[in-house]
C-alpha cells in the first residue's frame, strides 16, 4: 500500500437546470421552482 496521502476534492454546485415543458410552458419538476425563490 501507498504510505503517500490520497487528496480528494468534493464540489457542489448549486445550478438546477430548468425542467420546462417548452410546448406547454409547465415547470415539470417542482424543486426548481423552490430553488429559484431561495
Known amino acids: 500500500m501507498s ?3 490520497l ?3 468534493i464540489l ?3 445550478h438546477q437546470p430548468d ?3 417548452v410546448q406547454t410552458g409547465e ?3 417542482p424543486w426548481t421552482r423552490f ?3 431561495k
Open 3 to 5: 504510505k503517500r496521502p
Open 35 to 37: 430553488h429559484g425563490v
Open 7 to 9: 487528496c480528494v476534492a
Open 27 to 29: 415547470i415539470s419538476l
Open 19 to 21: 425542467y420546462r415543458n
Open 12 to 14: 457542489w454546485h448549486m
